[in-house]
């Protein structure tokens, strides 16, 4: 079920959808304890953020995929990818008020794997 978090002031706060199945997927793929932590951590910090502080952010460092290593879902012009541990990014994309995470990468290089779909 989407999570979100309330609105404060006049930016409007991120709320998060992590019901994709491969995303589901590439989670339970990982095997560090520590690792499966940060991506949380991650999580539940996009929940206290505004956009604008999402955008800004340079822990998350919200990135623009040119490439991206999934199909576009319907709709959707672009995929992003963001910093959810120190070595792996997610594939997300902004869907009015929420984050919708579509996968993590194995590897940092696999999120924009050029020139391929």
């Known amino acids: 079920m989407p999570k979100q978090a309330q609105s404060s002031g006049n930016e409007q706060r991120v709320a ?5 199945p491969e995303f589901i997927r590439s989670w339970y793929a990982l095997r560090d ?9 991650t999580i539940e910090k996009l929940l206290q953020l505004t956009w604008g502080q999402v955008y800004r952010d340079p ?13 576009l879902p319907p709709g959707i012009d672009a995929l992003y ?5 120190q070595a792996r990014r997610a ?11 579509l996968l993590i ?6 999120t924009y794997l050029k020139g391929k779909r």
């Open 16 to 20: 998060v959808d992590l019901n994709n």
């Open 105 to 110: 990468a194995e590897d940092h290089d696999t």
């Open 33 to 41: 304890k520590n690792e499966i932590a940060r991506v949380l951590n």
């Open 59 to 71: 822990g998350l460092r919200w990135e623009r995929i040119t490439h991206p290593p999934v199909p």
């Open 91 to 101: 594939v997300v994309y902004r869907d009015k008020e929420f984050v919708r995470f």
């Open 81 to 85: 990818s963001i910093r959810v541990t």
